[in-house]
């Protein structure tokens, strides 16, 4: 079983639209999932989804942020399994080259790794779906 989720994606916004869309809480919260949370080393941030999202709330601490890369461990509600999110930019000529990783599923014990890999991997397509949505929506930035 891979260990690892990894997502790309080309932009054509600026690096600082999409680095404050994943790093600022009023743009996580209205994008991806209801949020506490803050871009500094240490905070312990908190992802709340809605109830009729069927998702668990996601606890951990920040690891990294420094702009452009940004480092969170990943605690779904009910389990003690820490996983690490990591979003890095990079500023290319069609304009912006999104880097996600999701590592650490394995984890997770026996059959539940596979379950949450899987989980995780349609989650992360959907994040990226809808990160894109709100580029293109709210910062009417192309």
């Not at 014990?109 to 293109?136: Q, R």
Request: with cysteine.
């Amino acid at each position: 079983m891979k260990d690892s989720i990894i997502k790309e994606q080309i932009f054509k916004h600026s690096i600082d639209k999409i680095w404050n869309a994943i790093s600022r809480q009023e743009e996580i919260s209205s994008w991806f999932i209801p949020a506490d949370f803050k871009a500094e080393v240490g905070y312990k941030y908190t992802f709340n989804s809605p109830d009729e999202e069927n998702c668990s709330q996601i606890t951990g601490t920040i690891k990294q942020a420094h702009p452009y890369t940004l480092e969170y461990t990943w605690i779904v509600a009910n389990t003690d399994v820490e996983t690490t999110v990591t979003w890095k930019l990079e500023k290319v000529e069609e304009g912006t080259k999104l880097y996600l990783e999701h590592s650490g599923i394995a984890n997770y014990p026996g059959e539940t790794a596979v379950t949450m890999f899987n989980s995780f991997h349609g989650g992360w397509d959907n994040c990226i779906h809808e990160l894109s949505g709100y580029l293109k929506q709210a910062v009417h930035a192309g």
